[in-house]
């Protein structure tokens, strides 16, 4: 393949400068910052329509991008969906570090009581729930993004407070996952309460911490 080289005569220094090498005829750039606008439109789309109802033109639409953009990136909305759902277990929340674990517990409950209650999310999880039961793809790539992102930042929890000599050594990780993620998870996406109750997280975080503790 021919790589064509301009010259400049000069720098800003007024020195020769270097040739410089262009991009092949044809190569392909995909630019970050449309990938981006295409993975938030993914989230507006499912949050408005669905998945059974979102298209890839719907998509395109919304990120202001042409379909060539969106099939540069993926073969199709079942994969973009399953990258950008597999994306989030890899942010991750960042860990409390409060220096107790009914504190650390309570600022966790916090900030993913508000994730889980984000009108986008409210609507997107849901769904996608409903489409794993038929999908054993958006079910493994679901069941990533929920158990990882959370996982990280107990077992951090966990491993923390037994420095501190809160509980002992040697527990239960999968217990204690459960113990810690269970009821927010099964008040906020199960059930879908509205509002939680006053003080709630509060008395969780406590309740928790106390069940941690007795393991």
Do not use: C
Not at 36 to 61: H, K
């Amino acid at each position: 393949m021919l790589v064509r080289m301009t010259t400049n005569t000069t720098n800003d220094d007024g020195n020769p400068a270097r040739p410089r090498r262009r991009a092949p005829a044809g190569a392909a750039v995909l630019r970050e910052d449309v990938t981006e606008a295409i993975r938030a439109a993914v989230f507006e789309e499912l949050a408005a329509v669905g998945y059974a109802r979102m298209s890839i033109e719907g998509i395109a639409r919304r990120a202001g991008v042409g379909k060539t953009a969106v099939y540069r990136r993926w073969r199709s909305k079942l994969h973009l969906v399953l990258d950008v759902v597999s994306a989030l277990a890899v942010q991750g929340l960042p860990a409390p570090e409060t220096g107790a674990l009914e504190s650390d517990l309570r600022m966790l409950y916090e900030v993913t009581s508000r994730a889980l209650r984000h009108p986008v999310a409210s609507q997107i999880i849901p769904d996608l729930q409903a489409e794993a039961a038929r999908n054993s793809e958006i079910a493994e790539a679901l069941q990533k993004a929920l158990r990882e992102g959370q996982e990280g930042v107990a077992l951090k929890i966990v491993a923390a407070a037994e420095q501190r000599g809160e509980i002992r050594t040697g527990l239960d990780d999968e217990l204690a996952l459960d113990l810690i993620s269970g009821p927010l998870y099964w008040r906020s996406v199960v059930i879908r309460s509205p509002k939680l109750p006053k003080g709630y997280l509060a008395s969780l975080a406590r309740a928790t911490a106390a069940a941690i503790k007795a393991l």
